[in-house]
């Protein structure tokens, strides 16, 4: 498929810099792009490659000024990630298998509907009383435990794993390898030092139109529920301890870790490898850098970073201060000097 | 079910502070329960719930004393968690599904034999010369590969990996995603800068009563085995690197990293994210701080943080005097003034 | 099997320092191994176990003297490590299960075709398109999607999970639980504080002889490939997100994690648990300490460590510096005090 850039300014509602008649029949990124390809340029560390692109198409900002020539045709809009991912989009459902149907040998359960726009791949388990709404996609090996709930339209990857009594909203994605529902992490300590298991009979929710990236691991809750709520983004490999909470389009990046009974508010964003203690709530539009320890409470709109966790400008200032600490230590002996000198 | 609290004092040898015949039919958070339920309070920072709790029932320690009227019915008993503990288990077992019996198709080599009171879930793996205990548990999509040793009792969670020849002892509990023996990382460099895979030719030999997490990795051993004793319980996300070790009634925190040939005592209580350098000894009975990095041999009874690690008093101490150094080095540039105002 | 010293020297070169008549029939670590065993020293930190190992043969460097008795058989080779990787490769290919042929059920899609020296185990799954070299061993329960590409003699451990339409090379190793090209995290914030999920229409492209651990993740790109090339060697557990690129026979250590269109070079030593952010280039020969925060470029040959990293030597110097924080404090608050006094 071919399209030219008067017709895709058209589509999304840009304006043509350029030449409205060249074509395009892929996507790259800026700095590997080809002709015939379309790109995009919205983070300014790489405005330069606009200069030299060999792409056909590049999408930019409206008010974008270039400083130097440019070979190819621009098409202005407001938001060129928000737009590029339109377009994505639009060719992700052409390019994307879209399964459909049920594959044999599968697992159903006795009494477990399926709809008919669902797909279920070879190898898939469904348990007893589990509950499958319409249009959903249960790939091959993935298993969905005894009185589990999966929402209209919700993908479940290959060899993700859902313990039993969960329940898992609309268009949610659990990516491959996560597993939901797994015990909580919860032992008392006995008078000979070794330790008995506290049964976990909560579940997990996850709301409507939440992400769980591959091999990530969301524990039931002890009692009641683990919660992640609706419009959530978890990366891979993190961790969400028994009893946690994740407000509503919070993302969090991959490999960060939440201990139990920690709340974390609405719209944060979370680095990679960041670390929650457990029993600690976290506000709302909180922004946490990445590899962060964070140790107690933490106020609406926070912006922090570092072990343990300081306002982001803080931690700039210590890693700076850190670095000359030498200096700060042979001030201090020449100042010694100078007192022992004058004595 | 429902049970009054006169029944529950007897089941489980407390005494009842208010109104025996009060019922409950469920367990919750306390901040959370409603009519009807039955809760616990055990961690200080969580007493000020149980003036405002609509629970029914709350179990709390003997000497507890109200510093405000109560509305909730009292049971005290010796140890609040451990006896919740214990009612939850008896909750577990009915609400729990326990299931039994070989679902088809599995693969079950030829050779091998199952109990009657095992578990074999569809599209479960079992490979040539696989022993399985009693009661015996595999659940779906889970992989025993040949030579593996299951003990009696043990659970084998969907998808779980366990690699061929190692062993597993008696009540143990592989979560879903967990990889038992994979290979260990060894690369020998070569000359023109690439690596000789090492063979891995040893095992992962893991004791009785030892819990794994979902999506955990321990790898087998290069040469004789990877150990994880008796008790021992591993969360979610952490990795056992080859030849390493770990004691008995150790519990090891979500994503900690352990590097080769690295020994951890028993007893130990080791923070989320923590990471170990290879080769190193832990004692018996060490506590350390989540996200610690611990370069070497730790003693007995320590207690550590930081990273590099150090005693967690000092690096309390460290994040204070960190939060400080702006201020040091005023104070540092104030008094050079002054011995240069004075020479 | 038995071999003797001195068919052992014969066959790789080495001199035996004993008896060539001692014949020994297993493995072991040098502090643990017994008579029959055969063991190597190349650890330094490891010399003194040499004095009272009950192995048999002890593999040892040309040039190593013993400073007291050794009762061991010595084989003298120019790098005892490599030896034993050689010796061991020997003794795996004896011990290790080496499956062949088509396991029942599994569901290999109409049209491809699988070589006659393949293994494909039972409830794995090879969709529409793929294309599987010759002497690929794929295991139980692992999956490749539409349009995969598997070379000669990879090896895809159980429960791997490849999504739709990316390329492994030859003689690959996939660990267990690995997910290759799940969706890259890419969301576009909108008006409303909610995320619109980037498509991700990429691929991950994996070169000749890669080895990835088990549960490690490599996202597909947003557009274009996320690389990695010939020889790298991921450990578990490791986040490769996104449009990430990791250059020839580098390896990275468990549990890192490569944020979004990071290039690391080749040759690379990376440690555990450390954290890439995204967007930077990282040279060739780049050496970075455990977890460790990488938050910008870093030049060729660099060694770093720390979070924020800087030069390890740095690091050390740091850490040394924060536990004498507190003296220092103490050391200026004492000039102050003589400068006041003097005034």
Not at 21 to 28: G, L, N, Q, R
Not at 38 to 63: C, E, M, Q, W
Not at 129 to 157: E, F, H, L, N, R
């Amino acid at each position: 498929m071919e399209f030219k850039a008067g017709q895709i300014a058209a589509m999304i509602g840009g304006t043509v810099d350029g030449d409205p008649e060249i074509a395009v029949s892929t996507f790259a990124k800026i700095e590997e792009a080809g002709a015939g390809a379309i790109t995009f340029l919205a983070n300014p560390k790489y405005t330069h490659h606009i200069y030299t692109t060999g792409a056909s198409i590049v999408l930019v900002r409206r008010d974008f000024v270039a400083e130097q020539p440019v070979g190819a045709t621009l098409i202005r809009v407001d938001d060129p990630y928000e737009t590029l991912s339109r377009l994505l989009e639009f060719a992700s459902r052409a390019m994307t298998p879209q399964p459909i149907g049920i594959e044999q040998p599968c697992h159903i359960a006795d009494g477990v509907a399926v709809g008919d726009d669902c797909y279920v791949g070879a190898f898939a388990y469904i348990g007893r009383g589990a509950v499958i709404g319409s249009g959903v996609k249960i790939y091959p090996q993935a298993y969905i435990g005894d009185g589990v709930s999966v929402g209209d339209g919700s993908i479940i990857y290959p060899g993700a794993k859902i313990y039993h009594s969960c329940k898992i909203g609309k268009r949610c994605i659990i990516h491959a390898g996560a597993v939901i529902g797994a015990d909580g992490f919860g032992f008392a300590p006995t008078a000979d030092g070794s330790y008995h298991k506290i049964p976990q009979i909560g579940i997990v929710e996850i709301a409507d139109d939440v992400e769980i990236g591959a091999n990530t691991t969301v524990d039931r809750a002890t009692m009641g529920a683990t919660r992640i709520e609706r419009g959530a983004k978890l990366d891979n490999l993190i961790q969400a301890a028994h009893n946690t909470e994740i407000g509503h389009d919070t993302v969090i990046a991959a490999q960060a870790g939440i201990a139990g009974s920690t709340k974390i508010g609405s719209n944060c964003m979370i680095g990679g490898q960041t670390g929650f203690a457990g029993h600690i709530c976290i506000g709302d539009r909180v922004q946490i850098g990445a590899q962060s320890g964070i140790p107690g409470n933490v106020a609406d709109d926070s912006i922090l970073m570092g072990y343990p966790a300081v306002p982001a400008r803080d931690f700039m200032r210590q890693a700076a201060y850190m670095k000359r600490l030498g200096e700060l230590f042979n001030r201090v002996k020449e100042l010694e000097r100078s007192i022992n000198k004058n004595k």
